[in-house]
């Protein structure tokens, strides 16, 4: 999840005398508010705060209770804003984050990030860096409606003298279902790739794939889901930056449209107690694969200080583990199974 | 847990010509039965069968359930027994493993264990080895009675002409309360220490500490629970191998006398709706100690053919994640965390 990613990076007792990014956007966000000519590090910190509001406000009409709101400040500059809805009446847990940082990248960091990234430079001891992102996940009561997970995130470095150096969007959405209804996994699949094909007719097909892959219970041979899209380090190397910038609004813009029409159709069906269960197995799956596999969380739980609540915001409130648990045959629960083993073409 | 830990290190494509260990322990049983002069490997097995039997007997009478027993055979060579009772009357789920595990170790494992054991030939591309050991984990209904986790495994590696080569002891036990009553884990510590006394006046301090610094949530800062005893790599650079045999024998002997008097004194106790919550709060941190921290587990999942069931045994039936709860002032809630927070001496 952005909130933690981000924190992993920061080493707080690396310190350099010029004035800091954190410093200039304070004075420059202050003296002349945020437009199209600021820095992209303002922009997309407006443009994400303005979508948790919207989200916010379209999740509190479909459960018809509030969010509470934690806002954190971190010391170096940045902070965030954290969203969430517990044991509402149609969402079991909700929360909808966002976080802003500012920092310095320890040279280690900067050397694995070079990978992706070759502007970064190796001959220096820290960098200083700034990342914003939004980071999403709906587990709903019903066990007829899918959880939903999303997060995009923008991440840059600074020289010496402040400017910008390395820079890169990553992100994506996929969708969990515990009973699959091919009507919603079509819908949530369209939508994200009708957002995606107004920019790249490639992006689509290179992104689903690239989510099958990453969010896999490869201990168990399963996707956690039906997917969405999923990639990371987009920088100048595949668009410019403004054609990027407006891919990542069009992706979190599609949020809305994706989900809500299937969250309205699923909350209020009739479900049975053996439903209910097997939703909370499912449940368990899902936290397999945050704990086990999900880098983010991975790094941001081996980073003294991280959020550990905001971090793990994204398990369910109840899983269940049953021992040598299978579906019966022919059942909907076992047809879930061979599409998690095989994923599937929606559009 | 032990099914695991060593099938991580089994790679079945590399075959040698001369007879396998887990053939001539074949031939050495049916001709010869078991006594002190078998190999160890066959004494530790006889030893952990009867001792699953016995734990098993003894869980049925405080239960009132019968366990239900998978046997599972490797190709290889060896297998395993896993006794689980779920949802029983005592017990929500309950799982005491044995594994024997017979196979090949590769160069890349028999590099990163010869940083404890130097007597492993570096120069080979693989060697034989033998694995096994007994696994436990109760977790009790009761939010008063506490879960408890056992593990006491054997390896062994062999040469060319199938002597034996590197040999060593790990495992230990450890209790996890979701609410702390001193009189259990001054008992519990107190029957473990009297059978560590009985080998080395030594093992108890430096297993206690050992046991409090690996079973730690370290993203929390928390010890799982209220610890035990913990130790790896005994070998004979420690003890020789039957002082080291009949120290883990008195171990695995204590567990019973250990656990039982607590779980009968606990299992009836009325309690409430608010401290079944806060047992599921703790059943996830449970869960986070296992899927983020312990080696095992990771090792396990990470081995492709690995038989996952067996090793997500250790995780509770149900476990709950609540965004920022915090217990009540001077609550007994709040003890526990203190003392999770700050481990004490029990004995």
């Known amino acids: 999840l952005g909130a933690i990613v981000y924190s992993m990076y920061t080493d707080d007792t690396i310190k350099t005398e010029a004035p800091t990014i954190a410093e200039k956007d304070s004075i420059l966000k202050r003296e002349n508010g945020i437009s199209e000519q600021s820095p992209m590090r303002l922009r997309m910190e407006q443009f994400i705060k303005q979508h948790q509001k919207q989200i916010v406000a379209e999740l509190e009409k479909v459960d018809g209770q509030r969010f509470i709101v934690d806002t954190w400040e971190r010391p170096e500059g940045g902070g965030g804003i954290s969203c969430v809805l517990q044991d509402g009446n149609v969402f079991e847990k909700a929360g ?80 969990t279902p515990s009973y699959l209804f091919d009507e919603d996994a079509i819908h949530f699949h369209k939508t994200i790739k009708a957002a995606c094909d107004k920019h790249d007719k490639a992006y ?13 219970n490869t201990h168990r041979g399963e996707t956690r889901g039906v997917g969405g899209i999923f990639f990371d380090d987009l920088d100048h190397t595949e668009k410019d930056q403004e054609q990027l910038f407006s891919f990542v609004q069009d992706c979190l813009s599609a949020f809305l449209p994706s989900y809500i029409p299937i969250i309205n159709r699923r909350k209020d069906m009739p479900f049975t107690e053996e439903q ?60 879930l199974l061979e599409v998690l083993k095989n994923p599937r073409e929606w559009v």
């Open 204 to 216: 689509y097909p290179r992104f689903k794939k690239w989510c099958d892959q990453y969010f896999n």
């Open 96 to 175: 909808v984050n966002i976080s802003v940082v500012y920092g310095r990248l320890p040279r280690p960091a900067i050397m694995k990030m070079r990978a992706n990234h070759k502007a970064l430079d190796p001959d220096v001891e820290s960098l200083e860096f700034f990342a914003s992102g939004l980071s999403m996940v709906l587990h709903p009561k019903n066990p007829l409606a899918p959880t939903v997970h999303l997060n995009y995130r923008y991440f840059e470095t600074a020289d010496e003298q402040g400017n910008t150096n390395a820079w890169w969007y990553g992100g994506g959405c996929d969708l």
């Open 276 to 335: 209910k269960q097997w939703q909370q197995l499912r449940r368990g799956r899902y936290v397999e694969f945050n704990l086990v596999h999900d880098r983010g969380t991975a790094f941001g739980l081996q980073t003294p200080g991280a959020r550990v609540e905001s971090i793990l915001m994204s398990l369910p409130l109840t899983a269940r583990w049953q021992y040598m648990h299978a579906p019966e045959k022919g059942s909907r629960e076992e047809r």
